[in-house]
């Protein structure tokens, strides 16, 4: 199994900057590619950044630019460098990883991004 816990979300104005990490642990042997969704109320849940351990590294356009989408081997962590925050941006963001871009089965319980005014 893999447990993945969010945390680096909070209220931000717009245009300003936020970092969520994601701390992997347990059968991470499994776990070739990390990435980052989010889902906005009343909307589907979105991917919004993926990355494979061999550093290819996917993203939506929507945020093409602004955010970043980063790991520490070391610290077993995954980070999501979001800068020029929007109000769409507000979300519940997940953490997500498994073993290609289109099978990540491990979720976080996710971190509420919120971007005002």
């Known amino acids: 199994q893999v447990q993945l816990v969010e945390s680096g979300g909070g209220l931000v104005q717009a245009g300003g900057s936020l970092r969520l990490s994601c701390a992997v642990s347990?059968?991470?042997?499994?776990?070739?590619?990390m990435g980052w969704y989010r889902q906005a109320p009343g909307k589907q849940r979105e991917l919004v950044a993926a990355?494979?351990?061999?550093?290819?590294?996917n993203y939506a356009d929507s945020v093409k630019g602004r955010f970043t989408i980063s790991r520490d081997n070391a610290k077993k962590t995954q980070y999501l460098q979001m800068n020029n925050l929007k109000p769409e941006d507000t979300a519940v963001y997940y953490c997500?990883?498994?073993?290609?871009?289109?099978?990540?089965?491990?979720w976080g319980k996710g971190t509420l991004v919120t971007v005002s005014l």
């Open positions: 347990g059968s991470i042997r499994s776990i070739n590619t």
């Open positions: 997500s990883a498994g073993p290609a871009f289109y099978s990540m089965p491990y």
């Open positions: 990355e494979t351990s061999g550093g290819s590294a």
